[in-house]
């Protein structure tokens, strides 16, 4: 928080005040339209006639004017956001509340969410021209593991690939590529969007996720606590991170569960102009209610949308 004072002259009696004006974070800017109104309305003839205490009350008037459009314009916009949900093994239905409400609560966010069980009607939706347009950033939180069709899913990542932000959660990582086959020399479109390829994943357990340590400070991961353990979970395979993806933590489950060796479970990645968050942690709605969990979508946003 900032304090303004500004010096008052009332010619007429020759007097100097001071008055601190109330503390509020304003810009530059608009403390320097204070000071100019201010300075203005001291100068005017008319009011160097007024009595000391007609001009201070003729000034504090000016001063609340001027504090409350300050306010007023000081005040952010929420963002925008669709989130597209559904599919398969979760529960969507409870999640797309959870998820949303969490990120409100850190991110002012007005949002449309897209829900369909159905993997033909969401890929409809995702299939209109100017599906994301108007949103600050986009939210995956699906299962549509099985789709065929490269080019619908190119005409998705050419989306982000010109600037639009997403976060990809948990089962995004399974979606859109499973069933496309790869092209020689080439990465599947959905994946390379990502930063890095998944298929399968271990038994139900609970997840550690120990920060990568040159890392720990990153701006999504500064309030998660190293070695925060899930309520509940299943921890993702992840056949291989690509070049430029920078893993800011690996979940392990266990040496004597599959998989054995810890994988990455928490990214960003920068795909042509649009940043991209991606985390496999939140199979289940008791470990996306955490604070940690929703601390980290709340940072996550505020690092895709800056």
């Known amino acids: 928080m900032r304090l303004f004072s500004v010096n008052l002259r009332h010619k007429s009696r020759n007097l100097y005040s001071f ?24 100068n005017d003839r008319d009011i160097q006639k007024l009595t000391p205490m007609k001009f201070f009350t003729s000034l504090l008037f000016i001063f609340s004017t001027l504090l409350v459009s300050a306010d007023h ?13 559904g599919g398969c093994c979760h529960d969507y239905p409870n999640q797309k509340n959870i ?12 949002w449309d969410i897209f829900f369909e069980m159905d993997q033909e009607k969401s890929k409809a939706k995702l299939s209109q021209s100017g599906w994301a347009d108007g949103y600050d950033y986009v939210v995956y939180n699906h299962c549509f ?35 496309i086959p790869a092209k020689e020399g080439e990465k599947k479109a959905w994946p390379e969007m990502l930063g890095a390829s998944s298929k399968g994943h271990g038994p139900k357990a609970a997840i550690t996720v120990n920060k990568v340590k040159k890392h720990a400070k ?12 899930t309520p ?35 990214w960003v990645n920068t795909h042509g102009k649009g940043k991209v968050f991606a985390t496999t942690i939140g199979h289940h709605n008791s470990t996306m209610s955490t604070k940690e969990y929703l601390d980290m979508l709340g940072n996550a946003v505020r690092w895709v949308t800056a």
């Not at 004006?21 to 201010?38: C, D, N, R, Y």
């Not at 990120?103 to 007005?110: A, G, N």
């Not at 490269?150 to 399974?174: E, N, R, W, Y």
């Open 19 to 42: 008055y601190p004006l109330p503390q509020m974070e304003i810009s530059a800017e608009l403390h320097s339209v204070l000071v100019k109104k201010t300075i203005l309305a001291s």
């Open 73 to 85: 314009h000081g005040k952010k916009k929420p963002l925008k956001a669709f989130m597209i949900t």
């Open 99 to 110: 998820i949303s409400e969490g990120i409100s609560e850190r991110v002012p966010t007005k």
């Open 145 to 179: 593991a099985h789709e065929k069709d490269a080019a619908f899913v190119k005409s998705i990542t050419d989306v982000h690939k010109t600037g639009k932000p997403a976060i990809a959660l948990h089962c995004a990582m399974h979606s859109y590529h499973w069933s």
């Open 218 to 229: 990153h701006p999504i991961m500064k309030d998660m606590p190293d070695g925060w353990m």
């Open 232 to 266: 509940e979970g299943e921890l993702y395979n992840v056949q291989e991170v690509y070049e430029g993806t920078t893993v800011l933590a690996y979940g392990d489950n266990g040496k004597n569960k599959a998989p054995k060796e810890p994988q990455a479970c928490v």
